[in-house]
């Protein structure tokens, strides 16, 4: 007969059994919610590589030459597609060469034998009835040797001497010419050639023959003439109403450097600098006194100038809400693009027939509208939580956060006509820095990518101005560059 001791011991032994099942359960269970919480981290960052592959040039601040070349994005823009081909069309205004009055060769074309073939008889020549047709062409260019005799005089009575001041360039037994030199910065500043290509460009059409160390000394010196034009552009700039800034990352001996640049419609300023953010904004010395509206990117350092009002770039904006609408599904953004462009219509025709502002019942509209459509995103982003990604929902409320933030910077061009819709004018000037370090690689001496952003930032307003870069080159070394450029140039009187 069982006892109930036994029973007992029976009920502790199975208990015993259950709870060493028990703890070997739990310890698999912790393993395999350790595997769950690895593949959960590891799905997140596949997603969010994900959403990284599908960002391009188009939808985020990514530059076109990171895009895969191999899976082009479709191109889709507001551009109404049109049915014109290319060419002319009709109805167009022509604008064919005329005749030069005064040609420099004049080449007779007559029937050379004088008799005819047919009957022997000797030709009339119709001189009312000649053809004219006239070429275009290019002599190959030459250099000109200018000798200078210097020769003194002595004063029969006092003895006193008198010599003749030799040219400014006539430094040594053979100099360089101020056309020639106009000539090497127009190719290796402006037209971005290399040194080596620019030696033999010269040597080839003129039959001189320069060294690189040459070109370099002449680029050294045009650096020197217009220090007084970068003293003078720095004026202009910081008491402007509007002024646009970028900056980019330039090789220069090895290092990284960045080129600043401070631009308006007329005038461009670029400064090689070490560093990219406030210290370097300091040492261009423009944004700490500068009271006007500084127009740029979302970089925060631009912020930590109190002195001046603020606009943000809305074609970066615009890039990042493409993203959050199409790669992400979000209808706030796609709410927020038609915002942002219907009032930038709206701006551009007001400006085409001469108002100089919006009226106020329209700008509360617009302001009310934008409020609305970031409450919108935050119930979005509630509601689809579970939709989206956390890297996805994290994407949309930054940028939620930043336009509610910085409403006012990102309106500014509504408010005041002067402010441009985006910074596109200090991208553009930005982007022949970029081609020189594409086709050159970078700098190789601190010297020379200063000597190359001052050059740039003359043949820059130049071009802005539309007046001939290598006839401002010319006016350089001639002491003329601000009177070259304009009356805004000239020296202020106190």
């Known amino acids: 007969m069982i006892t109930a001791e036994q029973i007992i011991e029976e009920q502790k032994q199975i208990i015993c059994q259950q709870e060493e099942q028990i703890s070997k359960l739990n310890e698999e269970l912790s393993v395999l919610k350790h595997a769950v919480s690895l593949f959960s981290t590891k799905m997140e960052e596949l997603q969010a590589e994900?959403?990284?592959?599908?960002?391009?040039?188009?939808?985020?601040?990514?530059?076109?030459?990171?895009?895969?070349?191999?899976?082009?994005?479709?191109?889709?823009?507001?551009?109404?597609?049109?049915?014109?081909?290319?060419?002319?069309?009709?109805?167009?205004?022509?604008?064919?060469?005329?005749?030069?009055?005064?040609?420099?060769?004049?080449?007779?074309?007559?029937?050379?034998?004088?008799?005819?073939?047919?009957?022997?008889?000797?030709?009339?020549?119709?001189?009312?009835?000649?053809?004219?047709?006239?070429?275009?062409?290019?002599?190959?260019?030459?250099?000109?040797?200018?000798?200078?005799?210097?020769?003194?005089?002595?004063?029969?009575?006092?003895?006193?001497?008198?010599?003749?001041?030799?040219?400014?360039?006539?430094?040594?037994?053979?100099?360089?010419g101020d056309t020639l030199k106009a000539y090497v910065i127009y190719l290796t500043q402006y037209q971005l050639l290399p040194l080596n290509r620019t030696v033999q460009l010269i040597n080839d059409i003129y039959g001189v023959k320069l060294s690189e160390g040459t070109l370099v000394n002449i680029q050294n010196e045009y650096a020197e003439f217009l220090e007084p034009f970068v003293e003078r552009a720095k004026?202009?700039?910081?008491?402007?109403?509007?002024?646009?800034?970028d900056e980019t990352g330039m090789p220069v001996n090895g290092a990284l450097w960045w080129m600043h640049v401070a631009s308006k419609t007329d005038l461009t300023l670029y400064e090689i600098i070490t560093k990219r953010g406030q210290e370097g904004m300091d040492a261009m010395a423009i944004l700490p006194l500068f009271t006007g509206v500084a127009v740029h990117d979302h970089l925060k350092s631009y912020y930590h100038y109190t002195l001046c009002a603020h606009a943000e770039c809305?074609?970066?904006?615009?890039?990042?809400?493409?993203?959050?609408?199409?790669?992400?599904?979000?209808?706030?953004?796609?709410?927020?693009?038609?915002?942002?462009?219907?009032?930038?219509?709206?701006?551009?025709?007001?400006?085409?027939?001469?108002?100089?502002?919006?009226?106020?019942?329209d700008i509360n509209q617009y302001e009310h509208d934008y409020q609305m459509i970031l409450e919108a995103a935050v119930t979005e982003e509630e509601r689809t939580g579970d939709i989206h990604t956390v890297s996805q929902t994290t994407e949309s409320r930054r940028m939620r956060t930043r336009l509610e933030k910085y409403a006012i910077e990102t309106l500014t061009f509504m408010y005041d006509f002067m402010v441009p819709f985006d910074n596109n004018l200090a991208e553009r000037d930005i982007r022949m820095p970029k081609a020189k370090k594409k086709i050159s690689g970078g700098f190789r001496s601190v010297a020379g990518s200063k000597a190359f952003a001052i050059a740039r930032s003359f043949i820059s307003t130049c071009t802005k101005r539309g007046l001939s870069v290598f006839d401002g080159l010319n006016a350089v070394l001639l002491g003329n560059a601000f009177s070259f450029l304009g009356s805004d140039f000239e020296p202020q009187m106190p």
């Open 314 to 361: 809305n074609a970066h904006i615009l890039r990042y809400l493409i993203f959050l609408h199409e790669d992400c599904g979000y209808i706030w953004a796609g709410l927020m693009i038609g915002l942002l462009l219907k009032i930038k219509k709206h701006v551009d025709l007001t400006k085409i027939f001469g108002s100089e502002k919006l009226e106020t019942s």
């Open 50 to 176: 994900n959403e990284k592959l599908k960002k391009t040039s188009r939808n985020s601040n990514k530059p076109p030459s990171k895009d895969n070349d191999f899976k082009k994005p479709v191109v889709k823009n507001q551009r109404i597609k049109s049915k014109l081909k290319p060419g002319g069309q009709p109805g167009r205004e022509g604008k064919t060469r005329t005749y030069a009055e005064e040609p420099d060769k004049i080449v007779e074309l007559k029937p050379t034998q004088g008799i005819c073939d047919e009957c022997g008889e000797v030709l009339i020549i119709e001189s009312e009835a000649c053809k004219i047709r006239q070429i275009i062409e290019a002599e190959k260019p030459r250099t000109v040797v200018i000798e200078y005799q210097q020769y003194k005089g002595v004063c029969g009575a006092c003895e006193k001497v008198f010599v003749p001041e030799l040219p400014a360039g006539a430094k040594g037994a053979m100099s360089i």
């Open 235 to 245: 004026e202009i700039l910081i008491n402007s109403p509007v002024v646009n800034f």
